[in-house]
């Protein structure tokens, strides 16, 4: 037998910064910004690791639900994430990609999202795609209209082909931090033969130990995409 595989793609929720906070008496805010340094450990071992894709969810479509002072925050969190970590990312050969409805975003957040993508498109290291505005069912229904408009044919090629992470293979791992066991409308099209890993940690505390937890549980798994296990190996067959 080989080295165990490293997943290819981990697609992460980042579950539980508001409970971060709220246990320590502090601003759901500040639970986000110890998010963000969390997000940025995660990268490192990432790349450490040999992940060639990392796409995590930072802001869904049903977030705008939330208090205007905490979308606010976030808002302005985004903004200094941006200005101060682009350049570091790149230096990291980090391609970056922004997914998610940029028409429900402001031009100056929408603008720095094309110039991190134009800035990092020709980095290797690793993707990183930042689930931002992001719904799947959104994501769905925007393919969906675009091969309409076209008079396209619907057809599963073609609706992966215009879907927003058509860029990358679909997550062989996705993780969900903070304890609930769902998929709050993450990857509804590309999670269908993903392996599902759920973490009691909040996202500030899952650090580089539970991030080789959730591998490890990753490469004991059988993946049989609807087929049947692969023959066991006979030894002393010809
Ligand atoms: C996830 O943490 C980050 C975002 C949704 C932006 P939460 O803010 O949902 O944290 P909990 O679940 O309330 O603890
Ligand atoms: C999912 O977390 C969205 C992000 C992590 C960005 P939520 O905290 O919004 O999900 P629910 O409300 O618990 O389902
Ligand atoms: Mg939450």
Redesign the pocket.
């Known amino acids: 037998m080989g080295e165990p595989s490293i997943p290819r793609h981990i697609a992460i ?3 539980g910064n508001g409970r971060w906070a709220t246990r320590r008496l502090l601003p759901r805010v500040a639970g986000h910004r110890q998010g963000v340094e969390s997000l940025k450990r995660c990268i490192d071992a990432c790349i450490a690791r040999g992940v060639a894709v990392l796409t995590v ?4 479509s ?2 705008w639900k939330r208090p205007a002072d905490e979308v606010g925050g976030l808002f302005e969190l985004l903004a200094k994430a941006l200005a101060r970590e682009v350049p570091r990312l790149h230096q990291s050969g980090v391609r970056l990609f922004f997914v998610g409805d940029r028409a429900g975003l402001s031009d100056k957040v929408a603008g720095g999202f094309g110039e991190a993508e134009a800035l990092t498109a020709g980095n290797r290291k690793l993707t990183l795609n930042i689930c931002f505005n992001y719904g799947g069912r959104w994501d769905i229904v925007q393919a969906a209209q675009g091969l309409a408009g076209r008079g396209e044919a619907i057809t599963e090629a073609s609706l992966r082909g215009s879907l927003s992470l058509s860029h990358v293979p679909d997550p062989d791992l996705l993780i969900r931090t903070g304890g ?1 066991q ?1 998929i ?1 409308n993450f990857l509804l099209w590309q999670c269908a033969y993903s392996e599902l890993f759920f973490s009691d940690r909040l996202w500030p505390d899952f650090d580089e130990a539970a991030l080789d937890a959730a591998i490890t549980d990753y490469q004991r798994r059988e993946r049989r995409f609807g087929s049947v296990p692969a023959p066991a190996c006979v030894v002393g067959a010809s």
């Open positions: 929720v980042m579950d969810f930072a802001f869904s049903e977030n609930e769902r709050s």
